[in-house]
């Protein structure tokens, strides 16, 4: 199973059999049309671009209406990824559901975490600051020294500094999925995942 394509609508908690609260991640999955399937012959390597979402109809342009056209979908995915593609038997337009995970396995989810903007070091990457007396008011968020003196007489490559925060990729390895609506293309994970409600998330078999 090569993964889906979903959206992340929020946490919330259930309370499991024993009766003690879980705290989840809700993610709408799915469905995902096949839209190309890539070939090593014909591209060089195995996979499949998935698709998710729509484009609205006034927003949609003529190069993404042919490439959806030729998967024979009546609309324009929004969002398109590539999925490693390992002996599956797939065909164009065929769409994946939340169906093809099973409650109880173990998924990886992938996006975008927070965009913080530019930071100091307490913030990013939680350094303990200054004193706070002995006139010690101009040093309280500052990073204090960052390098040696005479040798090597410059900053060592990679010093935690102040700078841009967030914004990147990160993965959430092996979150256990505690339910699934299928009605409503639900998931359920344990735990966190990255970024905010309505952030793209890439959702693969974990182990």
């Known amino acids: 199973m090569p993964g889906l394509i979903g959206r992340k609508i929020g946490m919330t908690q259930i309370f499991d059999d024993d009766g003690k609260a879980v705290g989840v991640t809700v993610l ?14 014909h591209d060089g390597y195995d996979a499949v671009q998935l698709g998710f ?14 490439h959806a056209a030729r998967a024979g ?3 324009v ?5 590539e999925f490693d593609l390992e002996g599956e038997d797939l065909e164009l337009g065929q769409e994946l ?10 998924v990886n989810v992938t996006g975008a975490t927070k965009g913080r903007g530019f930071q100091g070091v307490v913030k990013r990457h939680g350094f303990a600051g200054g004193r706070g007396s002995h006139g010690g008011s101009s040093v309280l ?33 092996s979150r256990k999925v505690i339910g699934i609506d299928a009605d409503r293309n639900l998931l359920l994970v344990q735990g966190s995942v990255p970024g905010g409600r309505n ?7 974990g182990r």
């Open 28 to 41: 709408e999955v799915g469905p995902c049309p096949v839209v190309q399937i890539k070939t090593a012959e």
């Open 77 to 81: 995915p929004r969002v398109l990824a």
């Open 141 to 173: 968020r500052g990073p204090g020294s960052i390098g040696a003196g005479t040798d090597p007489s410059r900053v060592i490559k990679g010093r935690k500094m102040a700078g841009r925060m967030g914004g990147t990729q990160r993965m959430a390895m």
């Open 73 to 75: 979908l009546d609309h």
């Open 199 to 205: 952030n793209i998330v890439m959702v693969r078999p």
């Open 53 to 66: 979402d729509r484009v609205k109809e006034r927003n949609v342009r003529k190069p993404g209406a042919g």
């Open 97 to 106: 559901t939340v169906e093809m995970f099973d409650v109880g396995s173990r």
